[in-house]
C-alpha cells in the first residue's frame, strides 16, 4: 500500500495582476543609506514617475498607510495603499482601494562587494477602457526605470561630483606630462652616442702637427784636392 499523501501547509500567496516588471541597479552607497531611501514612502514621488503626491494616513511600527495620486495616461488618478516594512530587506506596499484595477510594488536592498543592489518591482492593472495590456506593460516599465534612475543618481550625487572634480583636476596634470616629455626626450638624445660623421674635431691645442722630415741630399763622391 501506498503511503498516504501528506498535505504540505503553504502560506497562501497572492498571484501577480496585470503587468509586472522589475528592475534593479547597483548604488555605490551602503545598504543603510540605499534602504533609508526606499522606506521613506513619502518621498516616492521624488523618483516615481506615476505619483505626484504622497500622505500619510496611518502611520506605526513597520506599517504605513499613504495616499498616492497621480497621473496615468493623463487621466488623475488615486491610491490608498497599506505598505510594510522589512528593516534593512525590504519595502511592499499594495492598494487597498483607489482608482486602480490593481497595484502593489516593493523595493528590496541587498548588499553587494561594490555597494547595494536595488530592485524595483511594480504589479498594474490599470483597469481602464483605452488602456490595453501593451499600454499597461509600458507604463510599469517606464515606472520601473525612471525610479531607480533617479534614485541612483540621487544616492550617488556627492560620489559623482566628486568624480567630475578629479576628471577636472586631470587635465592639468596630463599637461604637465606633455611638458616633461620633450625634456626626455632631449636628454636621451644626448645621452646617446653621436655618429660618426657628427663626431666632434679634435681640440686644436691637443693636435700634434707632424713636420716632414726633408730627406737629406745623397752623398756624392768626395772632391778632389787641389794641386799645387
Given at each position: 500500500m501506498r503511503p498516504p499523501a501528506v498535505a504540505q501547509t503553504t502560506p497562501a500567496v497572492t498571484a501577480a495582476r496585470g503587468a509586472v516588471v522589475t528592475g534593479h541597479r547597483l548604488l555605490r552607497v551602503p545598504l543603510a543609506a540605499?534602504?533609508?531611501m526606499a522606506s521613506r514612502l513619502?518621498?516616492?514621488p521624488r523618483w516615481s514617475d506615476l505619483w505626484m503626491r504622497a500622505d500619510t494616513v496611518e502611520k506605526r511600527a513597520g506599517r504605513w498607510v499613504l495616499r498616492l495620486r497621480g497621473?496615468?495616461?493623463g487621466l488623475p488618478v488615486e491610491s490608498v495603499v497599506r505598505a510594510q516594512l522589512e528593516p534593512g530587506r525590504s519595502v511592499r506596499w499594495r492598494q487597498s482601494h483607489g482608482t486602480l484595477l490593481h497595484y502593489a510594488a516593493q523595493f528590496e536592498v541587498e548588499s553587494e562587494e561594490e555597494g547595494t543592489r536595488l530592485r524595483y518591482t511594480v504589479e498594474?492593472?490599470?483597469g481602464i477602457g483605452m488602456l490595453d495590456d501593451a499600454s499597461a506593460q509600458r507604463v510599469a516599465v517606464q515606472?520601473?526605470?525612471r525610479t531607480l534612475d533617479r534614485m541612483k543618481w540621487s544616492a550617488e550625487r556627492e560620489l559623482v561630483?566628486?568624480?567630475v572634480r578629479l576628471m577636472k583636476v586631470r587635465p592639468g596634470a596630463q599637461e604637465v606630462r606633455e611638458e616633461a616629455e620633450p625634456r626626455m626626450e632631449s636628454?636621451?638624445?644626448l645621452a646617446q652616442p653621436a655618429a660618426p660623421s657628427e663626431a666632434p674635431a679634435q681640440a686644436p691645442g691637443r693636435r700634434r702637427r707632424r713636420r716632414?722630415?726633408?730627406s737629406a741630399a745623397p752623398a756624392g763622391p768626395a772632391p778632389e784636392p787641389a794641386e799645387a
Open positions: 540605499a534602504y533609508g513619502e518621498h516616492l497621473f496615468l495616461a498594474l492593472d490599470p515606472e520601473v526605470e561630483a566628486e568624480e636628454m636621451q638624445e716632414r722630415r726633408r
